[in-house]
């Protein structure tokens, strides 16, 4: 039997905002796959940055946990990259997402904590901490089209940030 009048313009929205879902997610895929040598080449210019700090051990843990958080996040872009047009509903590939962009915004802002626990290193310094605020903004740029997972970014970011913050005073 077939479906007729609201019924059947439900159904044919709820499949053409999947279809939506699908494609803005696939764009940005393409996006995070074309970036993740450059995410790896900054996260080396990162560490050689960081040796010539003055306490640069201050920052082995926040290194650690930024490479695990682009490694997994970027394991995660694959898994849903293989799945995309397999995966019957793409909620819970994007709910992965969502934590690991999370994890991502918090090892952001952990690498910015010895910037501001440590009394004043210097110029570097400041350039790593600007370096830094510009990557965030890069993948809330990237990440934006999808906006809850954009937003457990930026909640991951500035709920660690804050707590550094509070550290500090």
Do not use: K
């Not at 970027?74 to 997402?97: Q, S």
């Not at 740029?141 to 970014?153: C, H």
């Amino acid at each position: 039997m077939a479906t007729t009048g609201y019924a059947a313009s439900a159904q044919r929205d709820e499949v053409w905002l999947e279809e939506a879902r699908r494609e803005t997610a696939r764009a940005v895929l393409v996006t995070e796959e074309r970036a993740f040598l450059a995410n790896l080449l900054g996260f080396v210019g990162f560490a050689v940055a960081i040796m010539f700090l003055p306490l640069p051990s201050m920052f082995a843990v926040p290194l650690a946990m930024r490479f695990c958080a682009l490694l997994g996040t970027h394991l995660t872009y694959n898994h849903i990259r293989r799945n995309l047009d397999e995966a019957p509903a793409l909620v819970p590939h994007m709910r992965t997402l969502s934590v690991m962009l999370f994890f991502g915004g918090v090892s952001w802002a952990y690498l910015l904590l010895p910037l501001l626990l440590a009394d004043a290193m210097g110029t570097l310094a400041f350039l790593i901490g600007s370096a830094i605020l510009v990557c965030v903004a890069l993948v809330i740029t990237m990440t934006a089209p999808l906006r809850e997972q954009t937003a457990f970014f930026l909640g991951g970011f500035l709920l660690a940030a804050f707590a550094g913050v509070v550290l500090r005073s």
